[in-house]
């Protein structure tokens, strides 16, 4: 997903829970992902590749960081490690065609409001059909040039990540799904946080009180 739809995503599902410089961390964590060291052999940050496993274990190391950063009193090291988790929850739903087997249960009259989409179905993430873009490189990165992009998009594999991702509304509406879930799964990760955490912990987790804000 489009780091700017990543920003989006965090304002909608946790701008009330958190003080704007703590959401500027985290929000700067999230995006830093996207940047080029965090784009090659990194597929764990984004679910590529189809990296579920490596992927979900990524995410669950981050929610370890955050409870040992706060137990140090380093609130914008835990920020930091929601950030980089957030991104990558979000982009299951960019990168995977998780979204795409949800709606085929629908004829397309009958599909439901993208506000709607039920973003953790246990029945499509067990699914053998569930799988996300594989990146072939150096094919991959020249799709994305303009004016060349459309001479190479012939030649990848319609399991490539240029074929799959649905990372901006150039994919049309089933974005709105992917944002829609994205959302939901960031507000859930928040919320999973928090559970493993203690009062005191949650209290500077969430920034309340703090001197700086």
Known sequence: MLIPYHRQILREA???KFSERALKI???ANAKQD????QIGHDEYHF?????????????ENRTQIHSALQNGDVEAAWTAFGRLTHTAQDFYAHSNYIPLWLAQFDT???????DVIHDDEEIIQSPDLHSGKLYYPLE??????????FIMPLLPKDSHAWMNIDSPKQGEIF?????????VTQDELEKVLAGLTKEESILFLAYNSPHD
Request: overall charge negative; proline content about 6%.
């Open 14 to 16: 946790i701008g009330g």
């Open 26 to 28: 985290i929000t700067d």
């Open 35 to 38: 940047y080029l060291r965090g």
């Open 48 to 60: 590529d590749n189809n990296a579920m496993a490596e992927s979900y274990a990524y995410i669950e």
């Open 109 to 115: 009259k009958s599909a439901p409001p993208a506000s």
């Open 141 to 150: 990165l020249f799709s994305y040039i303009p004016f060349i992009g459309k």
């Open 176 to 184: 709105d799904y992917t944002f829609a879930a994205a959302v939901k």
